[in-house]
């Protein structure tokens, strides 16, 4: 279970709010050497650009220094692997996807006190540039390219249909709550494309715990996934409890079926 509380993990950064995150669903995932290796980077990144009194030299730095001489690059080749999700394995294979890789950004962005937030755009975890004066500029921690409103549009429109318009809310400045939530949605869906379940089953409990309690739609995944395990009893608990609370949902009678199928079954002590 998550040790911190919705406030704690606003007040902490991104990245610390992650790995207490990944150590409630992974026991031995290796905060401490994860740590360390932070700090190692914002040393040396203190040491390169903190002498640079011009802000904007030094955020241009710290996209040179990242990107190209330490060589941090979204994985393209592999986007959905359970690598890119957490941070031990993105730190040592210098890969990931936007999330992880933006978290590690910003967490040396405010290492190096320049005015860089997150952005939960609805395609994906976007860094925000706020200089005083000046219009916000984005930033894609996917390959540390800026990013024009327009690319962002298009974006959207190819996730949300043609008729998808950029709203004010889309470019907002994120909590950590909430780019948490959707950083476990998306390491869930990982562990399950790769056959984990048992993983899988402790990244939805958290999820369930810390984020989304009583939410039937994370419900019906964790009877998914219980279903996975053979855990016939529990499954379908799960789904009666969403076939109850969204008796109109496309997939309820279906799931129906299931939880007669799975009833049948004996029951089994795990």
């Known amino acids: 279970m998550l040790r911190f509380t919705e406030q704690e993990l606003e007040q902490m950064p991104l990245v610390d709010g992650a790995v207490a995150m990944t150590e409630a669903v992974d026991p031995h995932f290796p905060a401490g050497w994860v740590s360390v290796q932070l700090e190692r980077l914002a040393q040396e990144a203190e040491h390169a650009l903190m002498d640079e009194p011009d802000s904007y030299l030094r955020l241009e730095g710290l996209l040179r220094l990242f990107y190209r001489e ?9 986007y959905f692997s359970s690598d890119n999700v957490f941070l031990d394995k993105v730190l040592e294979r210098k890969k990931g996807i936007p999330v992880t890789l933006g978290a590690l950004f910003l967490f040396l962005a405010h290492r190096l006190d320049l005015p860089v937030r997150a952005v939960g755009f609805p395609t994906q975890f976007v860094l925000k540039v706020e200089w005083y004066g000046s219009d916000p500029q984005f930033i894609n921690p996917f390959d540390g390219e800026y990013l024009s409103k327009h ?3 298009a974006w959207l429109k190819g996730h949300k249909g043609p008729f998808s318009e950029l709203r004010s809310e889309y470019f907002a400045t994120a909590g950590n709550y909430d780019i948490l939530a959707r950083w476990l949605t998306v390491m869930k869906s990982a562990l399950l494309r790769e056959g984990l379940f048992t993983e899988a089953l402790r990244c ?3 999820v369930l715990g810390a984020f989304r309690p009583g939410d039937p739609h994370e419900i019906r995944d964790r009877g998914y996934i ?3 395990l053979e855990c016939s009893h529990a499954a379908a608990l799960d789904y009666e409890y969403f076939i109850e609370q969204c008796p109109e949902d496309p997939a309820a009678e279906l799931l129906k079926l299931q939880v007669k199928e799975l009833n049948k079954e004996p029951l089994t002590l795990h």
Not at 70 to 78: A, C, L, V, Y
């Open 204 to 206: 939805s409990d958290v």
């Open 226 to 228: 219980y279903q996975q």
């Open 70 to 78: 330490w060589g941090f690059i979204g994985d393209h080749e592999q």
């Open 151 to 153: 690319v962002m549009a």
